[in-house]
C-alpha cells in the first residue's frame, strides 16, 4: 500500500522526508521489523521506541510514525502525530482494509467473567450458523482452527491482521474479550464492534489505572464505541452490577439489561446449583425456556444470562440458544473440573480478583458435602493492594487453605506470600508452599 493512502486517515502535524513510498506492513518492536515496513515509535512502560529507530532502520523500515522528530545517521522519513498509539491502531485499521466494517464483533467487557462468556456466545452463534472466529485470553480461533494467544486483547496490527485473516476465512461473526488495558493503550480504537457486553466491575488492575475510577472509565470508554461507529449497535448490560445505572446514564445507545432481578430485560428464576451444573427459567420479552447448563455456580448463570441478551439483541431464536448453552461442556480454566479416577473433586479456576475468588469459593460449597481445601497465590507485579483481601477471603471460605505462588514475574514469592498473610488474622489455619 501506499504510504499516502495510509496517512490519509491519520492527523498528522508534521513531515520529515518523502512521502513517495510502499508500505509493507506496520511494526512496533524493533526486533520484528521486515522490510518497507512503518516502524511506529511508542513510548512505552520500560522503553521508548523512538530510541531503537535507528535499528529499525537497518532492519527494512524507511518510514517512522514519531511524536518527536529524531536526529538520524540515516535518511528515514518521520511522521509526526499527537498520539503515536492511536496512530498505530488507525493505521493498522486501514493497511488491513478496515476488518470490522464487513465483520460483525462482539466486544465482552468487565472484571469477570469475559472468557466464559465470549465462549457462550460462540457457541450461540455457531448454533445459529454462523462461522465464527473468537479472540480472548486462553486462545484465539478462526472457525474450527485453535491458535496460540500472546495476550487477552493483541496489538492493534496484530488485532487488525487477525481479523483480517478471519475475513478471508469465511468469518462473519467475532466475539472477542476487551480489556481495560487494551482500551487505554488505544488497541481498538477505529474498530466497529456489533454489540458490546459488560459483564460486571471490581477491584483490579489499579497497580496500572491510577484509580478505580478510571478503570470504570476505560469500561465505559468501549461502551461508549460501540454506538459511536455503528448506530445498530447495542450493549448489553448487567443490571445486577452496583454500576449498572450510572453506565447506562452515559450511554446513547441501545441497552439490553440482564440480572436475577424481574427488572432486568432478561432474568432468571428458579435457579437451582449443584455439582452437575445449574438450571434456571430464563424470562426474555421474546418468551420463557428453561435453561439446564453443564456449567456451575450463580456466576455461570450471569454469563448465561449475557450470553442469552446478546442472541435476543441478534434477533434468535429462544431454542437456538437454549441448544447452544445446554451442549457447551466448558471452558478451560473457569471452574474447570480434573477428574483422574480421585474419589474427591478437583476443581481449577482463573480467579485473579477478590470478587473471582469468593464467587468460586462460594460455589465450591455449593457443590461439596465434605472439607473444601484451597491452594491459591497472586500474581507479581500487579496491584499488591488486593492481596491481603484475598488472603482473608483465602482462610474465611475454605477449611484449609495453602498459600503458594502464582506467576510472580520480577517479584520476589516470598513478598507477594507475606503480603497475603497480613489479610489473614484470627484462627484461621494456612500453610505456606511458595513452591507450587
Do not use: W
Request: net charge negative; glycine share 10%.
Amino acid at each position: 500500500m501506499d504510504l499516502i493512502s495510509l496517512l490519509e486517515h491519520l492527523e498528522v502535524k508534521a513531515i520529515r522526508g518523502s512521502c513517495d513510498r510502499e508500505v509493507s506492513g506496520i511494526a512496533y518492536d524493533s526486533r520484528q521489523v521486515q522490510s518497507d515496513q512503518i516502524f511506529v515509535c511508542i513510548r512505552g512502560f520500560h522503553h521508548d521506541g523512538h530510541d531503537f529507530l535507528e535499528e529499525a532502520y537497518h532492519r527494512g523500515a524507511r518510514v517512522a510514525v514519531v511524536e518527536t522528530f529524531c536526529e538520524l545517521t540515516e535518511e528515514m522519513t518521520q511522521i509526526q502525530v499527537e498520539d503515536s498509539r492511536l496512530a498505530l491502531a488507525l493505521l493498522s485499521n486501514a493497511f488491513y482494509s478496515f476488518p470490522t466494517r464487513k465483520l460483525k464483533v462482539v466486544g465482552v467487557t468487565g472484571t469477570n467473567g469475559k472468557t466464559t462468556t465470549t465462549y457462550l456466545v460462540e457457541a450461540i452463534l455457531r448454533e445459529a450458523g454462523y462461522t465464527t472466529g473468537l479472540i480472548g485470553t486462553i486462545k484465539n480461533k478462526i472457525g474450527d482452527r485453535e491458535l496460540e494467544t500472546v495476550r487477552t486483547t493483541p496489538e492493534a496490527p496484530d488485532l487488525q491482521g487477525l481479523l483480517s485473516r478471519m475475513l478471508l476465512a469465511g468469518v462473519d461473526q467475532v466475539v472477542m474479550e476487551v480489556s481495560s488495558h487494551a482500551v487505554d493503550l488505544k488497541r481498538t480504537a477505529g474498530m466497529v464492534f456489533a454489540a458490546g457486553i459488560f459483564t460486571n466491575i471490581s477491584r483490579d488492575h489499579l497497580d496500572y489505572h491510577a484509580s478505580f475510577a478510571a478503570y470504570l472509565d476505560c469500561k465505559l470508554r468501549f461502551l461508549k464505541q460501540v454506538g459511536a461507529y455503528n448506530e445498530h449497535g447495542f450493549v448489553v448490560l448487567n443490571a445486577d452490577d452496583r454500576h449498572a445505572t450510572y453506565i447506562r446514564d452515559q450511554l446513547k445507545t441501545e441497552v439490553i439489561t440482564y440480572g436475577l432481578q424481574a427488572g432486568a430485560d432478561i432474568h432468571a428464576r428458579g435457579m437451582e446449583v449443584d455439582g452437575e451444573g445449574a438450571r434456571f427459567t430464563v424470562e426474555t420479552p421474546a418468551g420463557n425456556c428453561g435453561i439446564n447448563l453443564q456449567l456451575t455456580g450463580i456466576f455461570n448463570i450471569y454469563n448465561a444470562l449475557a450470553a442469552i441478551a446478546l442472541g435476543y439483541g441478534y434477533g434468535l431464536d429462544l431454542m437456538t440458544v437454549k441448544g447452544a448453552l445446554e451442549g457447551l461442556e466448558g471452558v478451560p480454566g473457569r471452574f474447570e473440573r480434573v477428574d483422574c479416577g480421585q474419589d474427591f473433586t478437583v476443581i481449577v479456576d482463573y480467579a485473579h480478583t477478590p470478587d473471582g475468588l469468593e464467587n468460586i469459593l462460594r460455589a465450591a460449597r455449593e457443590i461439596n458435602d465434605g472439607e473444601l481445601i484451597l491452594v491459591f497465590g497472586c500474581g507479581g507485579d500487579r496491584d499488591c493492594e488486593k492481596r491481603p483481601v484475598m488472603g482473608r477471603i483465602a482462610v474465611s471460605h475454605s477449611d484449609h487453605c495453602i498459600v503458594t505462588s502464582d506467576n510472580p514475574r520480577s517479584e520476589d514469592p516470598l513478598h507477594i506470600i507475606q503480603q497475603i498473610e497480613t489479610g489473614i488474622t484470627g484462627n484461621n489455619t494456612y500453610e505456606v508452599f511458595p513452591d507450587r
